[in-house]
């Protein structure tokens, strides 16, 4: 019949074949693609650690006295406590999520820049250097490497081996497992969370994971050097929704995420490293973990480097679902200059477990937080 369509036996079955290799094809060449225009990322990839054992409260070795330092001029309240190369101009942000909201805690605004000669000269010694006689001058060396040597803890060597620690007081591979809940935008959040501390030699990693269950997930990661003087990051990037966003911090200078860059400060941290920090420094006694003292430093995001100060507020005794009653210092940090809002971080550290930060509370408002409280850690 004239018009009509006819059908070669088994024709229909080749053309649903044929169709579906296109498809197939198709599906691969968008992957790849998708492969080639996905941001190179900064960081290295390092192994995960094998971890063999479970961390449980035990009496805290006692931190040995730091060596003495030389007196440094704390900075006046008119100190610069921000850096950027260039005023940030004002642009609308979409309401954020309740991740970004946490990543957000350790990211203010960026508040209108001093001049860079202002930001550097904040950096520089507070006094010029006094001329030293000869004979002084001959026992220098040794001074200094009193000085710059770090502290070294009250117990023996075994014994700080079996507080879960190295030999050079750094905390041994460690992955603590946290609970998280709170509440955002009238609703209650659960979800978990993580912070991974690995070393290699004189390498390191620090990772924090949360995972907010039906929103989305964040990732952030440092990676450097360890130094006798603290961690020296290299790196830092953070992996969300909106995309990664990552800071490089070289010898002098720090390349923020939009390719500005600015000063680096002496002993500068960022989001993720300041926990295994601080944790190093209450166990090594640099800093003492003490009600009613503070603890300063520079922190590096991909948005800027601010001056952050953490007051010792409490010393508490926290529920948690795995080791019960634990005891805990509670540090606050003081606001920051020209905030993007009322976004603050707390910590809670233990020294039962390690000075190892067993709680952390991201405060977003009167009604809207994220709390992580510690389930788990697991140790080399």
Same mark, same amino acid.
């Given at each position: ?82 850096? =950027? +190369?260039? @005023? ?6 979409? %309401? &954020? #999520? *309740?991740?970004? /909201?946490?990543? $957000?805690? !350790? ?18 010694? =507070? +006094?010029? @250097? ?6 002084? %001058? &001959? #026992? *220098?060396?040794? /001074?200094?490497? $009193?000085? !710059? ?21 750094? @905390? ?12 955002f935008r009238n609703g209650e959040l ?36 360890v130094t006798p003087l603290g961690l ?128 952390i509370r991201i405060n977003m408002g ?15």
């Amino acid at each position: 019949m004239a018009g009509a369509a006819f059908l070669v036996p088994g024709s229909g079955r080749r053309l649903l074949a044929l169709s579906a290799l296109v498809l197939l094809a198709h599906a691969v060449a968008l992957d790849w693609l998708a492969r080639q225009l996905e941001p190179t990322s900064i960081l290295r990839a390092m192994p995960a650690p094998m971890l063999t054992r479970l961390l449980q409260p035990e009496a805290p070795v006692p931190p040995a006295p730091p060596p003495p330092r030389p007196a440094a001029r704390k900075p006046a309240r008119a100190a610069v406590t921000s850096i =950027a +190369s260039k @005023p940030a101009a004002p642009r609308p942000r979409p %309401a &954020a #999520s *309740a991740a970004e /909201a946490v990543a $957000a805690a !350790a990211e203010p605004e960026e508040p209108s820049p001093p001049p860079v000669a202002e930001a550097q000269s904040a950096l520089e010694p =507070a +006094s010029a @250097p006094v001329p030293v006689p000869a004979d002084v %001058a &001959a #026992s *220098a060396p040794a /001074a200094t490497e $009193a000085v !710059a040597a770090p502290p070294r803890a009250a117990a023996s060597e075994p014994a700080a081996a079996s507080q879960g620690r190295d030999l050079d007081g750094w @905390p041994v591979d460690t992955r603590l497992n946290y609970r998280l809940g709170g509440l955002f935008r009238n609703g209650e959040l659960h979800g978990s969370a993580r912070v991974q501390w690995q070393r290699q030699d004189q390498r390191y990693q620090t990772r924090v994971d949360i995972d907010i269950t039906l929103l989305v997930s964040l990732a952030m990661t440092s990676q450097g050097e360890v130094t006798p003087l603290g961690l020296k990051p290299e790196a830092y990037e953070e992996l969300r929704r909106s995309g990664p966003r990552s800071a490089r911090m070289g010898e002098d200078t720090i390349v923020l995420s939009d390719g500005r860059k600015v000063p680096k400060p002496q002993g500068v941290q960022d989001t993720a490293s300041q926990f295994v920090e601080l944790s190093h420094r209450f166990s090594s006694g640099q800093e003492r973990l003490e009600v009613g003292r503070s603890v300063t430093f520079w922190m590096a995001r991909p948005g800027g480097v601010d001056l952050w100060t953490y007051d010792i507020v409490g010393r508490d005794m926290l529920k948690t679902p795995a080791f019960g009653e634990v005891e805990a210092f509670h540090l606050k940090p003081r606001n920051i200059t020209n905030p993007r809002g009322n976004i603050a971080a707390e910590m809670w550290f233990a020294p039962s477990l390690q000075y190892l930060p067993v709680r952390i509370r991201i405060n977003m408002g009167e009604e809207t937080y994220v709390d992580l409280m510690v389930d788990k850690i697991e140790q080399r």
